[in-house]
């Protein structure tokens, strides 16, 4: 199957929801991906906790632990900007919303990778609401998920470091595949169970992370 190559493009809000109805497949990039023509993790509420600053964190208890400990770079301030799209009074949401928050945020330094990247533990869930999921993911060489959807809200992710690769595939239960892309450092891309069914993973020869960002959409 052919290979496609994205070139880097911020879409602007309206751009977004116009490629988000029309388009079978929506990338947004600052670094760049290639393309090709092919459900979640259970719920686990945890207590909340108190940040330094005396506010409620939003982070999971072992996502805390891990920042604290250094083990995984401190993503707080992000998550927290991400769970703030959603006081706007809307009553539906879109991962679309996560873009412009998700554009601020560079790759970490040399340190925070390093530490990350020689921890055993590839992945952790950093937010788990009602309304927000955040995953933060290691891919080692070899790594990839199982073929899933992303319900009505759907998904945004970024690349960290290195690059993954993304298959999509028919949503129904044929799950014929139709596209394979490379995301490269920087990149994005938005999926919802509208579009196509994906699975991600790193078939490279280097590590790889990235972000990962749900909501139901509810």
Same mark, same amino acid.
């Given at each position: 199957?052919k290979?496609?190559?994205?070139?880097?493009?911020?879409?602007?809000?309206?751009?977004?929801?116009?490629?988000?109805?029309?388009?079978?497949y929506?990338?947004?990039?600052?670094?760049?991906?290639? !393309?090709?023509?092919?459900?979640?993790?259970?719920?686990?509420?945890?207590?909340?906790?108190?940040?330094?600053?005396?506010?409620?964190s939003?982070?999971?208890? *072992?996502?805390?632990? *891990?920042? *604290?400990?250094?083990?995984?770079?401190?993503?707080?301030?992000?998550?927290?900007?991400l769970?703030? =799209?959603?006081? +706007?009074?809307?009553?539906?949401?879109?991962?679309?919303?996560?873009?412009?928050?998700?554009?601020?945020l !560079? *790759?970490?330094?040399?340190?925070? =990778?390093?530490?990350?990247?020689?921890n055993?533990?590839?992945?952790?869930?950093?937010?788990?609401? +009602?309304?927000?999921?955040?995953?933060?993911?290691h891919?080692?060489?070899?790594?990839?998920?199982?073929?899933?959807g992303?319900?009505?809200?759907?998904?945004v992710?970024?690349?960290?470091?290195?690059?993954?690769?993304?298959?999509?595939?028919?949503?129904?239960?044929?799950?014929?595949?139709?596209?394979?892309?490379?995301?490269?450092?920087?990149?994005?891309?938005?999926? +919802?169970?509208?579009?196509?069914?994906?699975?991600?993973?790193?078939?490279? +020869?280097?590590p790889?992370?990235?972000?990962?960002?749900?909501?139901?959409?509810?």
């Amino acid at each position: 199957m052919k290979t496609l190559v994205h070139q880097p493009h911020y879409p602007n809000n309206h751009e977004n929801t116009a490629m988000s109805k029309i388009s079978p497949y929506l990338a947004i990039q600052r670094g760049s991906a290639t !393309s090709s023509p092919r459900r979640e993790a259970k719920r686990i509420l945890l207590p909340s906790r108190k940040t330094d600053e005396g506010n409620q964190s939003i982070l999971t208890e *072992a996502a805390a632990e *891990a920042m *604290a400990n250094g083990h995984i770079p401190n993503l707080e301030k992000i998550c927290r900007e991400l769970n703030a =799209t959603f006081h +706007d009074g809307s009553r539906e949401h879109s991962a679309l919303q996560f873009i412009p928050i998700l554009k601020q945020l !560079s *790759a970490f330094d040399a340190a925070e =990778t390093e530490r990350f990247l020689s921890n055993p533990q590839t992945s952790y869930v950093l937010v788990q609401n +009602d309304q927000l999921k955040v995953v933060l993911i290691h891919w080692p060489p070899g790594k990839f998920s199982s073929i899933h959807g992303h319900a009505q809200g759907g998904c945004v992710f970024k690349v960290l470091k290195g690059s993954v690769q993304e298959k999509r595939y028919t949503p129904d239960e044929r799950q014929h595949e139709l596209a394979t892309s490379r995301f490269e450092e920087q990149a994005m891309a938005y999926i +919802d169970d509208e579009m196509a069914y994906h699975a991600v993973g790193n078939p490279y +020869d280097e590590p790889a992370i990235s972000l990962h960002v749900y909501t139901p959409g509810r």
